[in-house]
């Protein structure tokens, strides 16, 4: 004498597969795996990526400021990947550069005063409106 089976749906044998194609999904997201993902934007810097697509844990960027654009000396210029899968903090570190004005450019400067002090500076400063 047979016993009978009951017959068992098609899509029940793919739920064994399931924990396993969810797991391969899990992994391939950044933070399960410690991978930043880009760096942040930063206003008139663009990151030194070096062609890199991933970005793992302990990976620092550093950025440079754009064209007419120029670093504050003391700000920081770099990002560092850390655990749990975040960016540093980083601030805005380019100011605009300002160029000679062009009523400047040709001049010539005389001192006629010949005992100046050694750390005698002549300083010219432009704002931007």
């Known amino acids: 004498m047979t016993v009978a089976r009951p017959s068992v749906p098609a899509a029940l044998p793919l739920l064994g597969e399931l924990p396993r194609l969810l797991l391969l999904v899990l992994l391939r997201l950044p933070a399960v795996w410690g991978d930043c993902g880009l760096p942040p934007d930063v206003p008139n810097a663009q990151p030194a990526l070096e062609g890199r697509t991933s970005f793992p844990e302990d990976t620092v960027i550093t950025y440079k400021c754009e064209e007419s654009f120029v670093k504050i000396p003391g700000e920081k210029d770099s990002v560092i990947c850390l655990k749990g899968s975040q960016w ?17 450019q040709k001049r010539t400067f005389s001192i006629t005063k010949t005992n100046l002090p050694s750390e005698f500076k002549m300083v010219h400063s432009s704002r931007i409106l």
């Open 88 to 104: 540093s903090d980083i601030e805005e570190f380019c100011n605009r550069s300002c160029e000679v004005p062009t009523r400047l």
